[in-house]
């Protein structure tokens, strides 16, 4: 089992989307909260890596980390 990090983002329109950024191109856009681009996250993960390895393509390994910064700036 791979862990895929993904980054949820609130749109102007103030719904929220979500990506993978170990895998191009795999992308959500249009939930109400960000709960619902996560589970929306999980299906397209799985359908982007499904058709990655029906193509024969290798599968990318996560290698993407997070962490926060702590500023000064207010």
Do not use: F, W
């Amino acid at each position: 089992m791979r862990r895929y990090l993904i980054l949820i983002e609130k749109a102007a329109d103030g719904t929220y989307g979500a990506y993978a950024p170990d895998l191009p191109g795999c992308a959500v856009c249009g939930y109400d909260t960000p709960e619902e681009a996560r589970e929306s996250m999980a299906v397209a993960i799985d359908m982007h890596i499904q058709g990655i390895v029906e193509d024969n393509e290798p599968v990318p390994e996560p290698s993407t980390e997070a962490d926060y910064v702590d500023t000064s700036a207010a």
